[in-house]
């Protein structure tokens, strides 16, 4: 079955430590990858996206993201966070030219301390 | 420029009563899509409108739900006798041509059926 799954429900880091989100899939087909942020009441941003290429990838806000296919992951980082990074953060993978029937996981809520 | 719009950002009806939900997608964007976001789970695939062709409705639970775009820009969704469990936030994103284009969404409207 085709799933996304982020195991952290919830993160709680300090400001200007690093940051590691995970995301692990299953999918049938070649992955398209991507990562999206929502912060309260927003609606959710593209923070990067993965297709094909150079499998670390550099997206908005200084995030980056490294696609391993051994291990069927997508992991968020970055290396130094900002209280304003405090967000729900959402990973979805879909396959070339279905954006409408992207896979999306139940989401990461991070919350930062001072 | 102006972003994905959405109306009323707070709904709360009770049930039976039908709603309409609104939105205005970015200007000069073909693709528009609307999703269901509950609480505890992932975000949920209800319609998508490109263009002139046909929409695709394989998201919609069911038939009390529907949505029409008119003129290939404001998209409306409407839920007919409305029940508890279609309390959720209902999102509206837009994208250009291109099914793997980044999704840009709307801040979303917040159903609240009492």
């Known amino acids: 079955a085709q799933s996304v799954t982020q195991p952290d429900i919830h993160i709680t880091v300090s400001e200007g430590a690093s940051l590691e989100l995970r995301c692990n899939y299953s999918?049938?087909?070649?992955?398209?990858l991507f990562w999206y942020v929502q912060s309260p009441g927003q609606g959710l941003q593209l923070l990067l996206k993965?297709?094909?290429?150079d499998t670390l990838v550099q997206g908005i806000k200084g995030f980056e993201a490294e696609f391993k296919r051994s291990q069927s992951s997508f992991n968020l980082r970055k290396p130094s966070v900002h209280w304003s990074d405090a967000a729900e953060y959402f990973c979805?993978?879909?396959?070339?030219?279905?954006?409408?029937?992207?896979?999306w996981g139940l989401g990461t809520s991070l919350a930062v301390n001072p | 420029g102006a972003g994905v719009s959405q109306s009323p950002s707070n709904k709360v009806t009770e049930k039976g009563k039908d709603v309409e939900l609104r939105c205005d997608p970015i200007?000069?964007?073909?693709?528009l899509y609307w999703y269901r976001q509950s609480l505890g789970q992932g975000l949920e695939f209800l319609i998508y409108?490109?263009?002139?062709?046909?929409?695709?409705k394989s998201g919609l639970p069911s038939d009390r739900f529907s949505a029409e775009r008119t003129g290939g820009s404001v998209s409306t969704l409407t839920i007919q006798r409305t029940q508890q469990e279609d309390s959720a936030v209902y999102l509206c994103?837009?994208?250009?041509?291109?099914?793997?284009?980044?999704?840009?969404f709307g801040n979303g409207t917040r159903l609240t059926v009492t």
């Open positions: 994103a837009s994208s250009l041509l291109g099914e793997n284009s980044p999704l840009h």
């Open positions: 200007s000069g964007h073909t693709a």
């Open positions: 409108f490109q263009g002139n062709s046909a929409p695709d």
């Open positions: 999918y049938g087909a070649t992955p398209y």
């Open positions: 993965y297709f094909s290429g």
């Open positions: 979805a993978v879909g396959s070339a030219g279905n954006n409408r029937k992207l896979i």
